[in-house]
């Protein structure tokens, strides 16, 4: 691990995130906090809203359900924070 300099992620979809928690707290247990340089991690900021849902033609259009509405759309900063306070006690 500690010669993982840097992880880029293209969006927050949970396909491509999932392990993302695993490679921050497991990663120190393998030499991640022992690298030369810290982990830059590149990838989305805050969009501000979400994304239109399209439908089927010819249907309603569907609603998006906003989850955290001060947050709506959080960027890898905004995650990498609350993996961290989620998993605090490690």
């Excluded at 392990?19 to 990838?43: C, E, T």
């Amino acid at each position: 691990m500690s010669a993982v300099r840097a992880l880029f992620l293209t969006h927050l979809h949970s396909d491509l995130t999932i392990d993302y928690a695993n490679l921050l707290l497991f990663g120190l247990f393998a030499g991640l906090d022992r690298a030369p340089r810290p982990l830059k991690v590149f990838g989305p900021g805050r969009r501000g809203q979400m994304e239109p849902v399209f439908s089927a033609v010819g249907e309603a259009s569907i609603e998006t359900p906003i989850v955290c509405p001060e947050n709506p759309t959080p960027g890898v900063r905004d995650m990498t924070e609350h993996l961290f306070k989620a998993y605090a006690t490690d």
